[in-house]
Structure formats: structure tokens, C-alpha cells
């Protein structure tokens, strides 16, 4: 048996009988005939083999060309299929160009990765001004300040426990739709609520969203969330679908991720036919395991948040709060203690006091004019308190006595007091003004009763009188000064004339005013030495004085050498005298 | 189990009917403000097959065009079926509908098709003659309906349902 090529040139298997043709120019030789008779059947096998190689190459130098047209036909054969066989390569190529491209990984998904990310952070940054705007919202409110002592307590964040109390919500519906027909694979309400079309529902919110993405005209937005009055829609969308939750209230951030994340897990579980839902995700998107697994992630972040920052809080807190308390304590124990001054102050009633300011006072109440100034009272306060007082007359003791001494224009010599509203009138005086003060003395406001027992005595007598006393205080300044012991001082001599001089007036006046005089010589020593020793300087001074004022004719001077032992100022003697009344 | 669900739009000219259609066939849970708005209104009906298991059609009844913009396009996503719907005493409205089948078929290739000529109730009125609905028919369904009698209403549902069901 024997092949034969086609007009074209392509060999062909079929067998044929192979017939040597003619040629005069170089005939076959029997070698040849006698090849083809013998090996006739491997020739032709080799030129079919020949022709399937030739084949085989051809088709693989043009697979480039054909390989695209192959897979769209093959994607409308079977989709499933080229999608399984493409799978495990098609995932191994995109690692390796991760390992060795990339860059250009990068850059296709730059325009990806960027939206994502600005989404990812809006919603945390929305998050965040949710918490923010809830806890300053009810900051310094009662129910804000339960909160407070509610999260220090409990080491829970104050954000989660307003959140928690005041974000009262509800979901009706769960929808599962599929993104591209906008039919319900799934549809959770909560119970009680009236039916309704859900696949209707699923239909508009899907050609609501596309409506809203074409009039916006912004490349790969979603319409995510909308709300009327106290409803709120949020949808999360899926590459194959896209979660609606249809919500009552003010929900917690935590739902809306627990809803992504339970829409990445119904795409995982997805059935064969992309569309499937099983019992268990079935059950999952049920509205009340979803508010039950929102508050759980609520609690479990509560508890896992660091309560350092709420305890830095709280301590400041309490600090000011202990810091108010004690200036406030300090302000009260200021105010009591101006209160008290005030009331004690005499001829001065407080009727009442007032803060102005943080430290600043008014203090109202009645004030008499013989009184003391009220600053007196005051101190170092007196710059930090306002008086408002209005005048009366006031029967305190002290202040009638300071009156009637006023009103009774009383001399030095006359002595006042008054003990419950009894006037006692003492001492003596010219006759002219005992009549006038014996008149007067009863119409002293405050008065209740008078004791009069001025004496009364001469012009002449009284003004010996005022100027005994007169010398009684300035005699005493005289020093006679020493150098050690009873060695006189250089100007002792001079101070010693003039003590001279004024005991001689003393005893002239006394005999006019007709009092006696008993004098007093004492001694003084300055710091050093032994008490012993001082003590007997003190009384050697003291005689040398009256020794030497007996010299000039004044007698019968008492020594008082332990006289006045506190006075170490100055090495001296000095001379002083007491009056007595003379027997008649 | 719920009923199998299928999303089917309806295309048409302005004032076909298209929407009293879906009035005779649903009674619609939307107010028709959203065609004007939207675009498009959305209504379901569940259908009856006897001997099948009873099937859901979601009814997209998109705003009356002579043309298929984007946003129609996208309302077509997803789509099993289609209801072409012409107004018997328009011929152009006829040809409308064959162009917004040519267009929609650019995006669902294997969607079902079904034409309805509608306001049967004006049948001495049509402008449409019986021999190209002969013709057309060796392609298409063609239902003859009246949304003003309700007649061959139904049967245009049941049809698609029929078709999308097997």
C-alpha cells in the first residue's frame, strides 16, 4: 500500500497506491522501486507523523492569536468551569508577580488601595466624632455626671457608658441583595413588625443607589447610609452583595463594622450558585443576634481598653475637685473670722456679709461714731472688706464711756467707766465743770443710772494738779547716768540739776494742790554681770540718788533697789513720785 | 422555601403602558413619583405555574425612553427577563421596542424576551399591521394586551414566568 500528497501540498493518511512517474531525464532505478515495494508502509507512516508535528507547530505559533477568542468562547460555555481551571494559576502568577513586580502591583492597585484606605479612615474618624460629640453632649449634665461616677466605678471608658445608655436603637430589617439584579437572597426583620415587599424594597434600594452613584458622577461611590427623622439605612456593600440594615435610634459604630464583617463572611460561604445563603449565615444576619453581638463587642473593647487614661482623669478630677474644696474652705474660715472680728468690734453691729468676688467682702451693719474705726478691727484685712454701715447709738459699756467722755468733755483727771449702763463719774475736777458734768451726766445717751464722785477744787488747785501729772510722767526720763558702779556718767551732773529742779516744783505744787508726794529713787544696770551683782549696783545707784537729793534739801527718798529689775537698758538712777490725797 | 425570584424590567416608549401593566398585574407597594424621579419603580408579583413550583417576578418598570441611557443600563443589570411593550396605535413605538431590545441584549445576551402590544382595547385604531406581528412572532413571544381590560395581561406574565421557570 502506498500514500499520495494532496494538490495543495498537505499529506494525507489515507492510503493510495504510489505510481513511480515517468522520467525519461533520470529513471528510477530498481534500487529505489525495490525501496518503495519494501518500505512502501514506514514511508508512508513517517509522512503522516511528518504532517502531525507540522500541525502541532502550526497551531501552537498561532495559540497567542487564538488563546482570547478560546476563553470567551469557553466563558460562555461554561463559566464555572474556565473559573475553576484558571483559579490555582491564576493565583500562583499574581504571587509571583507580587514577589518580583512590585512596583507595578502597586500601581494598578494604587487607584484601589487609595479609596479604600480614605474610606477606611472616614469611618474611623467618624467613629470618633460620634464618641466625642456624645461625651461632650452630656458632659456636665446630672445623667452625665452619673455616667462619670458609672465609668470610674467600673474602669469602663466614659464614651462607651453614654453610649451605651443613650444611644437607645433598634434594627427592623436585614436585607441580603445581590448587587447586580437587586434581588433579596435574605431578608431578617425583627419580630412584630408588618409584613412588607421585600423584594419590591430590595428593588428601589438598589435603583435608589444607583441613581444617587450616576448623580453624583464621583467614580466608585456608594450611597452607604441615609436617614429620615429617627431611621436610618446603612448598606454595605459586597463585590456579589450588599447588606441593607434598616435601624431605629442612634446605633454604636461597633454594628456597622460587625455588619462588614458579616458580609465577608457571607461572601466566603456563598453557594455554588453565588446566591445560596445557609441556615447559619441565615441566622446570623437575624436583627437580634446582631444587637446582641454589637453589645458584646461594646463590652469586650470596654474591657480590653487601658484604664489609664480615665484614671489620669480622675485623678485631675479629684485633684481639683480637693483643690476647690480647700480654697473654699479657706475662703469660708476667712469669712468666719472677718465675721467674728466684726462682731466683737465695739459700737459696731453686722448685720450681714457677703462674698463680691473670690476675695473681696461687704460687710453691712450699724455703726456708732464713738466707736473705733471698724479697719481697726480689720488689720491687714480692712483693703479686702467693704463697709456699708449705717449710724446708731449704741449701749455698749465701752462706748458710753468713751461718750460720755466726749459729750461730758471730761479732763485727764476725771475717771469714767460704766458697767451696765451705770455711769461712774470719779476722780476731781474745777468746781465749774462738776457742776456741769454733775447736770449733764444722766443725759448721755446709753445712761441708765450715774454714780457722780468728782471732787471738786480751785482753779489755782487744779492746774498745780494737771501739772504734777504733768511731772509725774516726765520726771522719770531723767537719767542719771554712770560709768561703772557709782562713778557718774560726763552729763550726769546736768540731768542730776534738773531732776533737782523738778522735785523742787513737784513739792511747791504739791502744796498748792494739797496732795503729799512719797518719792521713789531706783537704780538701773544694763545686760552683763551676775544678778547678784546687778542687784546691788541697782541699790548702791539708787542710794547715791536719794543721798544726793537729800544733799540739796529733798528728804525722805525711798530706794527702790529691786525696783523695775527688767530695766537693763542703761546704767542709771532716776527719780519718780506718787501723790496721795491730803489727810484733812 | 421562598419562591425562585426574577428580576424582570420593563421597556417600552413613553405612554406605552408600561406602567398600567404592572398596575393591572401588582399592586404596587410605591408611588409612581418615583419614575420621574428615579427613574424607575419597582413592584414584585408572585405567579402561579400549574405543575411547577410557583415563581416570584421583581418588576423594574423603567421610565419610558426611546433609548437606554446609563443609569437604564445599570437598572438592567441583572435582569432574567425582559417585557418589551408597544403601543398598538403607534408603529414607531413598535420600533422603539425592537431597538431598546437590541440595546439591552448588548448587556444580557441570554435575558428572555417577551413583546406585549398593548391597548388591544383600541385594536380598530392599530397602526400596526397583523402581518409583522406574524413575523415578529417567529422570534419573539407576542402577547396582544389591554391594560385598560386586563385582557392578555396575565398571560403575558405567565409566559415570561413559564419561560424563566423551565
Same mark, same amino acid.
Given at each position: 500500500?502506498?500514500?499520495?500528497?494532496?494538490?495543495?501540498?498537505?499529506?494525507?493518511?489515507?492510503?493510495?497506491?504510489?505510481?513511480?512517474?515517468?522520467?525519461?531525464?533520470?529513471?528510477?532505478?530498481?534500487?529505489?522501486?525495490?525501496?518503495?515495494?519494501?518500505?512502501?508502509?514506514?514511508?508512508?507512516?513517517?509522512?503522516?507523523?511528518?504532517?502531525?508535528?507540522?500541525?502541532?507547530?502550526?497551531?501552537?505559533?498561532?495559540?497567542?492569536?487564538?488563546?482570547?477568542?478560546a476563553i470567551e468562547s469557553a466563558e460562555q460555555d461554561g463559566a464555572e468551569r474556565m473559573a475553576h481551571a484558571l483559579a490555582k494559576p491564576v493565583a /500562583?502568577?499574581?504571587?509571583?508577580?507580587?514577589?518580583?513586580?512590585?512596583?507595578?502591583?502597586?500601581?494598578?492597585?494604587?487607584?484601589?488601595?487609595?479609596?479604600?484606605?480614605?474610606?477606611?479612615?472616614?469611618?474611623?474618624?467618624?467613629?470618633?466624632?460620634?464618641?466625642?460629640?456624645?461625651?461632650?453632649?452630656?458632659?456636665?449634665?446630672?445623667?452625665?455626671?452619673?455616667?462619670?461616677?458609672?465609668?470610674?466605678?467600673?474602669?469602663?471608658?466614659?464614651?462607651?457608658?453614654?453610649?451605651?445608655?443613650?444611644?437607645?436603637?433598634?434594627?427592623? /430589617? $436585614?436585607?441580603?441583595?445581590?448587587?447586580?439584579?437587586?434581588?433579596?437572597?435574605?431578608?431578617?426583620?425583627?419580630?412584630?413588625?408588618?409584613?412588607?415587599?421585600?423584594?419590591?424594597?430590595?428593588?428601589?434600594?438598589?435603583?435608589?443607589?444607583?441613581?444617587?452613584?450616576?448623580?453624583?458622577?464621583?467614580?466608585?461611590?456608594?450611597?452607604?447610609?441615609?436617614?429620615?427623622?429617627?431611621?436610618?439605612?446603612?448598606?454595605?456593600?459586597?463585590?456579589?452583595?450588599?447588606?441593607?440594615?434598616?435601624?431605629?435610634?442612634?446605633?454604636?459604630?461597633?454594628?456597622?463594622?460587625?455588619?462588614?464583617?458579616?458580609?465577608?463572611?457571607?461572601?466566603?460561604?456563598?453557594?455554588?450558585?453565588?446566591?445560596?445563603?445557609?441556615?447559619?449565615?441565615?441566622?446570623?444576619? /437575624?436583627?437580634?443576634?446582631?444587637?446582641?453581638?454589637?453589645?458584646?463587642?461594646?463590652?469586650?473593647?470596654?474591657?480590653?481598653?487601658?484604664?489609664?487614661?480615665?484614671?489620669?482623669?480622675?485623678?485631675?478630677?479629684?485633684?481639683?475637685?480637693?483643690?476647690?474644696?480647700?480654697?473654699?474652705?479657706?475662703?469660708?474660715?476667712?469669712?468666719?473670722?472677718?465675721?467674728?472680728?466684726?462682731?466683737? /468690734?465695739?459700737?459696731?453691729?453686722?448685720?450681714?456679709?457677703?462674698?463680691?468676688?473670690?476675695?473681696?467682702?461687704?460687710?453691712?451693719?450699724?455703726?456708732?461714731?464713738?466707736?473705733?474705726?471698724?479697719?481697726?478691727?480689720?488689720?491687714?484685712?480692712?483693703?479686702?472688706?467693704?463697709?456699708?454701715? $449705717?449710724?446708731?447709738?449704741?449701749?455698749d459699756d465701752a462706748i458710753v464711756a468713751r461718750r460720755a467722755r466726749r459729750l461730758l468733755a471730761a479732763p485727764q483727771s476725771v475717771t469714767i467707766a460704766?458697767?451696765?449702763?451705770?455711769?461712774?463719774?470719779?476722780?476731781?475736777?474745777?468746781?465749774?465743770?462738776?457742776?456741769?458734768?454733775?447736770?449733764?451726766?444722766?443725759?448721755?445717751?446709753?445712761?441708765?443710772?450715774?454714780?457722780?464722785?468728782?471732787?471738786?477744787?480751785?482753779?489755782?488747785?487744779?492746774?498745780?494738779?494737771?501739772?504734777?501729772?504733768?511731772?509725774?510722767?516726765?520726771?522719770?526720763?531723767?537719767?542719771?547716768?554712770?560709768?561703772?558702779?557709782?562713778?557718774?556718767?560726763?552729763?550726769?551732773?546736768?540731768?542730776?540739776?534738773?531732776? $533737782?529742779?523738778?522735785?523742787?516744783?513737784?513739792?511747791?505744787?504739791?502744796?498748792?494742790?494739797?496732795?503729799?508726794?512719797?518719792?521713789?529713787?531706783?537704780?538701773?544696770?544694763?545686760?552683763?554681770?551676775?544678778?547678784?551683782?546687778?542687784?546691788?549696783?541697782?541699790?548702791?545707784?539708787?542710794?547715791?540718788?536719794?543721798?544726793?537729793?537729800?544733799?540739796?534739801?529733798?528728804?525722805?527718798?525711798?530706794?527702790?533697789?529691786?525696783?523695775?529689775?527688767?530695766?537693763?537698758?542703761?546704767?542709771?538712777?532716776?527719780?519718780?513720785? $506718787?501723790?496721795?490725797?491730803?489727810?484733812? | 422555601?421562598?419562591?425562585?425570584?426574577?428580576?424582570?424590567?420593563?421597556?417600552?416608549?413613553?405612554?406605552?403602558?408600561?406602567?398600567?401593566?404592572?398596575?393591572?398585574?401588582?399592586?404596587?407597594?410605591?408611588?409612581?413619583?418615583?419614575?420621574?424621579?428615579?427613574?424607575?419603580?419597582?413592584?414584585?408579583?408572585?405567579?402561579?405555574?400549574?405543575?411547577?413550583?410557583?415563581?416570584?417576578?421583581?418588576?423594574?418598570?423603567?421610565?419610558?425612553?426611546?433609548?437606554?441611557?446609563?443609569?437604564?443600563?445599570?437598572?438592567?443589570?441583572?435582569?432574567?427577563?425582559?417585557?418589551l411593550v408597544a403601543d398598538g396605535t403607534r408603529e414607531r413605538s413598535l420600533h422603539t421596542a425592537l431597538n431598546l431590545l437590541m440595546q439591552a441584549r448588548?448587556?444580557?445576551?441570554?435575558?428572555?424576551?417577551?413583546?406585549?402590544?398593548?391597548?388591544?382595547?383600541?385594536?380598530?385604531?392599530?397602526?400596526?399591521?397583523?402581518?409583522?406581528?406574524?413575523?415578529?412572532?417567529?422570534?419573539?413571544?407576542?402577547?396582544?394586551?389591554?391594560?385598560?381590560?386586563?385582557?392578555?395581561?396575565?398571560?403575558?406574565?405567565?409566559?415570561?414566568?413559564?419561560?424563566?421557570?423551565?
Open positions: 500500500m502506498q500514500h499520495a500528497e494532496s494538490g495543495n501540498g498537505d499529506r494525507l493518511d489515507a492510503p493510495v497506491i504510489r505510481v513511480a512517474a515517468p522520467d525519461a531525464a533520470a529513471p528510477a532505478s530498481d534500487l529505489d522501486r525495490l525501496k518503495d515495494i519494501l518500505l512502501g508502509d514506514e514511508l508512508g507512516a513517517l509522512d503522516a507523523l511528518d504532517a502531525r508535528v507540522e500541525k502541532v507547530e502550526r497551531e501552537q505559533s498561532e495559540l497567542p492569536a487564538r488563546l482570547p477568542g /500562583h502568577a499574581l504571587g509571583t508577580a507580587v514577589r518580583e513586580n512590585r512596583q507595578v502591583i502597586v500601581d494598578v492597585l494604587f487607584p484601589v488601595i487609595g479609596p479604600a484606605i480614605r474610606k477606611a479612615i472616614a469611618e474611623a474618624l467618624r467613629n470618633l466624632v460620634t464618641d466625642v460629640n456624645g461625651a461632650i453632649e452630656s458632659s456636665f449634665t446630672p445623667r452625665g455626671l452619673r455616667w462619670r461616677f458609672e465609668a470610674w466605678r467600673s474602669g469602663v471608658p466614659y464614651a462607651q457608658i453614654a453610649i451605651k445608655d443613650t444611644l437607645n436603637y433598634g434594627i427592623d /430589617h $436585614v436585607f441580603l441583595i445581590e448587587r447586580g439584579s437587586g434581588l433579596v437572597l435574605d431578608r431578617e426583620s425583627a419580630p412584630h413588625l408588618p409584613d412588607l415587599d421585600s423584594d419590591a424594597i430590595a428593588g428601589m434600594l438598589t435603583a435608589i443607589g444607583e441613581f444617587v452613584r450616576d448623580s453624583v458622577g464621583s467614580g466608585g461611590g456608594t450611597l452607604d447610609s441615609a436617614r429620615v427623622g429617627e431611621h436610618l439605612l446603612w448598606v454595605v456593600h459586597g463585590p456579589r452583595a450588599n447588606l441593607a440594615c434598616f435601624l431605629h435610634g442612634v446605633p454604636p459604630p461597633r454594628l456597622h463594622a460587625l455588619l462588614e464583617q458579616r458580609l465577608e463572611a457571607l461572601h466566603a460561604g456563598f453557594g455554588a450558585d453565588g446566591r445560596s445563603v445557609d441556615d447559619a449565615s441565615r441566622e446570623s444576619l /437575624h436583627p437580634e443576634v446582631l444587637m446582641y453581638e454589637a453589645r458584646a463587642a461594646d463590652r469586650s473593647a470596654a474591657l480590653s481598653a487601658s484604664p489609664w487614661p480615665m484614671r489620669i482623669v480622675s485623678l485631675a478630677a479629684l485633684a481639683l475637685l480637693g483643690w476647690m474644696i480647700v480654697r473654699n474652705e479657706r475662703a469660708n474660715a476667712w469669712v468666719e473670722s472677718v465675721r467674728a472680728r466684726l462682731a466683737s /468690734h465695739h459700737g459696731f453691729v453686722l448685720t450681714g456679709i457677703e462674698r463680691q468676688g473670690r476675695d473681696a467682702l461687704i460687710a453691712r451693719g450699724l455703726f456708732d461714731p464713738d466707736a473705733e474705726p471698724v479697719a481697726t478691727a480689720l488689720g491687714d484685712d480692712a483693703p479686702r472688706v467693704t463697709l456699708d454701715t $449705717v449710724g446708731y447709738v449704741s449701749t460704766v458697767d451696765g449702763g451705770a455711769l461712774a463719774l470719779g476722780g476731781r475736777a474745777v468746781a465749774a465743770w462738776v457742776d456741769t458734768a454733775r447736770e449733764r451726766a444722766a443725759w448721755v445717751p446709753g445712761v441708765r443710772r450715774v454714780d457722780f464722785s468728782v471732787a471738786s477744787e480751785s482753779d489755782e488747785a487744779a492746774r498745780a494738779r494737771d501739772e504734777l501729772d504733768t511731772l509725774a510722767g516726765s520726771l522719770p526720763e531723767r537719767r542719771v547716768a554712770f560709768v561703772r558702779e557709782t562713778e557718774l556718767a560726763p552729763d550726769a551732773a546736768a540731768v542730776f540739776e534738773a531732776i $533737782v529742779g523738778d522735785a523742787l516744783r513737784a513739792q511747791s505744787l504739791a502744796a498748792t494742790a494739797g496732795v503729799s508726794i512719797t518719792w521713789i529713787a531706783t537704780g538701773t544696770n544694763d545686760d552683763p554681770g551676775s544678778d547678784a551683782t546687778n542687784a546691788r549696783v541697782r541699790a548702791e545707784r539708787a542710794r547715791w540718788l536719794a543721798d544726793a537729793l537729800a544733799a540739796r534739801g529733798i528728804a525722805d527718798v525711798r530706794t527702790a533697789a529691786d525696783d523695775d529689775a527688767s530695766d537693763v537698758s542703761q546704767r542709771s538712777a532716776f527719780l519718780r513720785f $506718787v501723790l496721795a490725797e491730803a489727810q484733812p | 422555601m421562598s419562591a425562585a425570584a426574577f428580576k424582570l424590567c420593563m421597556l417600552g416608549d413613553f405612554g406605552v403602558g408600561k406602567t398600567s401593566l404592572v398596575s393591572r398585574f401588582v399592586h404596587s407597594t410605591f408611588s409612581e413619583k418615583y419614575l420621574t424621579t428615579v427613574g424607575v419603580k419597582v413592584d414584585s408579583k408572585k405567579v402561579d405555574l400549574p405543575g411547577r413550583a410557583p415563581c416570584k417576578l421583581v418588576l423594574w418598570d423603567i421610565a419610558g425612553r426611546s433609548h437606554l441611557d446609563a443609569l437604564n443600563m445599570t437598572y438592567l443589570r441583572g435582569a432574567s427577563a425582559l417585557l448588548t448587556l444580557l445576551p441570554e435575558v428572555v424576551a417577551v413583546l406585549a402590544i398593548n391597548k388591544l382595547d383600541l385594536v380598530e385604531q392599530w397602526e400596526v399591521a397583523p402581518a409583522a406581528l406574524e413575523e415578529l412572532r417567529r422570534t419573539l413571544s407576542v402577547h396582544e394586551t389591554s391594560a385598560r381590560s386586563g385582557e392578555g395581561v396575565e398571560a403575558a406574565f405567565a409566559d415570561i414566568a413559564t419561560r424563566l421557570a423551565a
